[in-house]
């Protein structure tokens, strides 16, 4: 396989365009070395007979293959009148100064690659550089867009446009976890995260493409029902009486858990994921809020318990209408704030993405949960025994919480005064890697894609893990603290995949259940080592 | 010179005239005050931080940017290999652009009658000295760095990949602007009287300094010639970063500004929330009429 694909390589017909090798992999440690020289399941034939699967060994869309000539004219079409639109004011001024920028500005010096985890990981795979995408969006611009294009791209670089390239590329936007790694190193400052984030847009916002996790069973079905999970209220209202039964036992006492209270300080607002996944997570809230006096409320309306925004990653409308959604549901209940609970893109979406979205009356004050939690910890409400979490414990920095929005201390603060073996990873804090769920990876599972993501995407925080408990023996019980959903989802994953707990004692968990596992009256433990 | 005013100009007017985008900054935003700009961390990590007035460090912001400019800390740290090309020819522009403010001034102190000479003491003999260390060490520092560069992007199957005509051509450009320039100063122009001279017929409309005896080399043409070119050629490609990078930085990179109600952010966001959108998509539900506004205010229609 060749491994220096130039952009302009990806319009060219090719059964897979890249493809990883057993070896090719960086290696893991013992005692995980059976797992070297793995690679991806093949794609069954009968699945992607009429499908896009060209680009590498897996699959993310699923973009139906054209039926003809005509069809493929229709699509290569709708792809350039997207493209054009990404570069309108009317149509995309919610990134159309960033995409400029980076657009115009790249030295192509790839200092970005070495930067990022899915390419360093993927063994260095040309197609996975943060730059390569870029260039081959870049050089289409330039050539079917801009002005005497078609000449000028005979300097500044040339590239054909047929299914093969529009297919790959929007195939391609989805290997980067849009963790802005990339960007955070870049000397000029270009995002190439950005660009994939705007090349998922063109193909969603225009062409109506994009994974069935996000799209159909993520933000459509947000809209229509309520959560990305399926559950409608009753459902979600059921379940969380259900945990909060569940942390009676727990504390030997009576949880209360409120719900559409009018007038409260605080609405908070949680994955909806932690109700199915991790129940603990949302009845520790509960303990921690009764126990210092929180005057808060859960909403039971549709979209009131389900705080995700899957159009982040992928669509700025369907961003813009669950964000005003959530906003309007703060609005009804008069609360003076809204709280995100453990969710990293959610807290993206809602505090910071969503600020330039929500006007006047809208515009509710939106704040981490993890700055509240420092807060009640460190104002003494909540009588805390450290050595009650006498484990090693690590930190995982979610990107959308530590580098996109600075929130890097109330995390660390909390950990140092209940986790007396609290250690981090390196990197850490702003440089940290990401999960390799990010953009949406945690959730997306359609044909091999979950194996690619445990394999790549999540290898480098996977050897992270190992690292920051390098010196303790296996036997020993340890904990990755994942304050974030999606990142819990994937660690997950990647934890099962490598039979970590079995060899290694490695758990994972949130944020509020190590609190809760160091208040000294509760009865029984909230964190369990089986 | 005119072409490049023009091109930075409209470059920079372009980037005010921009909408309001949505917030992407990244952390560390060097602008935060104490020990958040150092760690990253931002006023969303206080309680209730729309209470409290934001604190700003425009020291923090240069502790980082001047190292950043002058030394290319980020290439230094995350790309070294890089570093050892790409310093001596960032260094060397700056050189070349000291020298050209050098013989700038020169000139002036010329116009009033003020011979620049070698001399002792004085600022005229300063400028003097000045102007040939500075100029020497650009041209040497620029003309190692391009070549440098271009070495690298001819040889390194990651940067070669990726290089069109064009990134190739900008790097001989400028290896034979910095060249020629060395090579004149070298056999035609010690001093930099010549040169001196020449930009002294910039600023007087073709005059010559007094007791200047013109001496035409073909060197000296082509370099006046390249320095026009270059000048005016920088501000039209991805060079342009050189200033381009305060607007990536200060327009996205770490714009944090937070929306408050009744904000002139505020106004800008609703003007944009009246922008009509045509994507083209079902579930957008654009028409071309709905402002983006009462899209984003509007109940799903389909379930695919």
Same mark, same amino acid.
């Given at each position: 396989m060749n491994k220096h694909i130039s952009p302009s390589g990806i319009s060219k017909p090719a059964k897979r365009l890249s493809q990883i090798e057993p070896?090719?992999?960086?290696?893991?440690?013992?005692?995980?070395?059976?797992f070297n020289n793995r690679t991806l399941s093949e794609l069954k034939e009968e699945?992607?007979?009429?499908?896009?699967?060209?680009?590498?060994?897996?699959?993310?869309?699923?973009?139906?293959?054209?039926?003809?000539?005509?069809?493929?004219?229709?699509?290569?079409? %709708?792809?350039?009148? !997207?493209?054009?639109? =990404?570069?309108?004011?009317?149509?995309?001024?919610?990134? @159309?100064?960033? &995409?400029?920028?980076?657009?115009?500005?790249?030295?192509?010096?790839q200092t970005?690659?070495?930067?990022?985890?899915?390419?360093?990981?993927?063994?260095? /795979?040309?197609?996975?550089?943060?730059?390569?995408?870029?260039?081959?969006?870049?050089?289409?611009?330039?050539?079917?867009?801009?002005?005497?294009?078609?000449?000028?791209?005979k300097f500044s670089g040339d590239i054909d446009l047929n299914w093969t390239t529009i297919s790959r590329l929007a195939e391609l936007a989805y290997r980067c976890t849009l963790c802005r790694r990339c960007a955070s190193v870049c000397p000029i400052g270009v995002d190439n995260a950005l660009i994939a984030h705007e090349v998922r847009k063109l193909f969603s916002q225009e062409m109506g493409i994009a994974p069935r996790? #996000?799209?159909?069973?993520?933000?459509? /079905?947000?809209?229509?029902?309520?959560?990305?999970?399926?559950?409608?209220?009753?459902? %979600?209202?059921?379940?969380?009486?259900?945990?909060?039964?569940?942390?009676?036992?727990?504390?030997?006492?009576?949880?209360?858990?409120?719900?559409?209270?009018?007038? %409260?300080?605080?609405?908070?607002?949680?994955n909806a994921g932690e109700v199915l996944s991790w129940p603990e997570n949302v009845g520790a809230f509960a303990i921690v809020f009764q126990a210092a006096g929180i005057s808060?409320? &859960?909403?039971?309306?549709?979209?009131?318990?389900?705080?995700?925004?899957?159009?982040?990653?992928?669509?700025?409308? /369907?961003?813009?209408?669950?964000?005003?959604?959530?906003?309007?549901?703060?609005?009804? @209940?008069?609360?003076?704030?809204?709280?995100?609970?453990?969710?990293?893109h959610a807290h993206k979406a809602l505090i910071v993405i969503a600020d330039r979205v929500l006007t006047g009356d809208l515009n509710i004050p939106r704040e981490s949960a993890l700055v509240l939690l420092d807060e009640i910890v460190r104002g003494g409400k909540l009588k805390l025994d450290p050595s009650k979490n006498d484990f090693?414990?690590? =930190?995982?920095?979610?990107?959308?919480?530590?580098?996109?929005? !600075?929130?890097?201390?109330? /995390?660390?603060?909390?950990?140092r005064k209940i986790a007396p073996k609290f250690r981090e990873m390196t990197p850490h804090g702003v440089d940290n890697y990401c999960c390799g769920g990010g953009s949406g990876f945690a959730i997306m599972s359609n044909y091999?894609?979950?194996?690619?993501?445990?394999?790549?995407?999540?290898?480098?925080?996977?050897?992270?893990?190992?690292?920051?408990?390098?010196?303790?023996? &296996?036997?020993?019980?340890?904990?990755?603290?994942?304050?974030?959903?999606?990142?819990?989802?994937?660690?997950?994953?990647?934890?099962?995949?490598?039979?970590?707990?079995?060899?290694?004692?490695?758990?994972?968990?949130?944020?509020?259940? @190590?609190?809760?596992?160091?208040?000294?009256?509760?009865?029984?433990?909230?964190?369990?080592?089986? | 010179m005119i072409v490049f005013v023009i091109a930075v100009i409209l470059r920079i007017y372009r980037q005010f005239t921009l909408p309001v985008h949505l917030r992407w900054e990244l952390y560390p935003v060097k602008h935060e005050a104490g020990k958040k700009a150092a760690y990253g961390g931002s006023y969303m990590e206080e309680s209730n931080w729309w209470e409290r007035k934001r604190k700003r460090s425009w020291i923090n912001e240069l502790r980082y940017m001047i190292p950043e400019i002058l030394f290319l800390r980020g290439v230094w740290e995350e790309n070294r290999r890089l570093w050892w090309v790409s310093f001596p020819f960032h260094f060397g522009l700056y050189m070349l652009m000291g020298t050209f403010l050098l013989l700038l001034l020169g000139a002036i102190l010329m116009r009033f009658g003020i011979p620049v000479s070698p001399g002792k003491g004085g600022i005229n003999s300063l400028i003097y000295y000045l102007t040939i260390i500075v100029g020497v060490i !650009?041209?040497?520092?620029?003309?190692?760095?391009?070549?440098?560069? &271009?070495?690298?992007? #001819?040889?390194?199957?990651? #940067?070669?990949?990726?290089?069109?005509?064009?990134?190739?051509?900008?790097?001989?450009?400028?290896?034979s602007f910095c060249g020629s320039a060395l090579l004149t100063w070298l056999f035609h122009d010690l001093s930099f009287d010549g040169a001196r001279a020449h930009v002294y017929g910039l600023l007087t409309f073709g005059g010559l300094p007094r007791g200047y005896i013109l001496d035409r080399s073909f060197l000296g043409g082509l370099t006046i010639v390249l320095t026009s070119l270059v000048v005016a050629y920088i501000p039209m490609t991805h060079m342009s970063h050189m200033f381009m990078k305060y607007f990536i930085y200060h327009f996205v990179r770490w714009e944090d500004e937070p929306n408050l109600r009744g904000s002139g952010l505020e106004a800008s966001i609703l003007q944009n929330l009246g922008f009509r959108p045509t994507w083209a998509a079902s579930h957008i539900g654009a028409d071309g009429k709905k402002t983006w506004g009462e899209i984003a205010s509007s109940k799903p229609k389909e379930l695919k």
């Open positions: 070896g090719d992999l960086p290696p893991l440690p013992p005692p995980y070395e059976d699945k992607i007979a009429n499908i896009e699967a060209s680009l590498d060994d897996t699959v993310a869309i699923g973009i139906p293959k054209p039926k003809n000539n005509e069809e493929e004219e229709k699509y290569l079409q %709708a792809f350039l009148s !997207g493209l054009q639109k =990404l570069f309108e004011k009317e149509n995309n001024w919610t990134f @159309l100064q960033p &995409l400029l920028l980076s657009m115009e500005h790249c030295a192509k010096c970005c690659s070495e930067a990022c985890p899915v390419f360093e990981m993927s063994g260095r /795979q040309e197609i996975y550089r943060p730059a390569f995408r870029s260039e081959v969006l870049r050089r289409i611009y330039r050539k079917y867009i801009k002005p005497y294009g078609k000449i000028t791209s996790e #996000l799209h159909e069973k993520g933000t459509v /079905q947000h809209l229509k029902i309520g959560s990305t999970t399926g559950m409608n209220p009753m459902a %979600a209202k059921d379940s969380i009486d259900f945990i909060r039964e569940e942390m009676e036992e727990i504390t030997g006492t009576k949880v209360e858990v409120p719900w559409d209270k009018e007038g %409260a300080e605080i609405l908070l607002l949680h808060w409320t &859960l909403s039971s309306e549709e979209l009131g318990y389900d705080v995700v925004n899957y159009g982040l990653w992928y669509d700025d409308v /369907q961003l813009a209408k669950v964000a005003v959604r959530h906003a309007e549901i703060a609005k009804k @209940l008069k609360v003076k704030k809204i709280i995100i609970g453990e969710c990293g090693p414990v690590t =930190l995982h920095d979610p990107c959308n919480i530590v580098r996109a929005m !600075g929130i890097v201390e109330p /995390q660390r603060r909390i950990l091999n894609f979950a194996e690619w993501r445990t394999l790549i995407s999540s290898r480098k925080k996977f050897l992270q893990i190992l690292e920051a408990f390098r010196d303790e023996p &296996l036997e020993v019980p340890k904990y990755v603290c994942a304050p974030c959903s999606n990142c819990k989802g994937s660690i997950r994953d990647v934890l099962e995949y490598y039979h970590a707990r079995e060899r290694s004692h490695i758990y994972y968990g949130g944020l509020v259940e @190590l609190i809760v596992n160091a208040m000294t009256d509760i009865k029984k433990a909230m964190i369990k080592f089986d | !650009g041209m040497i520092s620029g003309s190692v760095g391009t070549a440098g560069l &271009l070495s690298r992007r #001819l040889t390194a199957p990651e #940067l070669k990949h990726y290089s069109s005509f064009a990134d190739y051509f900008n790097l001989v450009f400028l290896f």
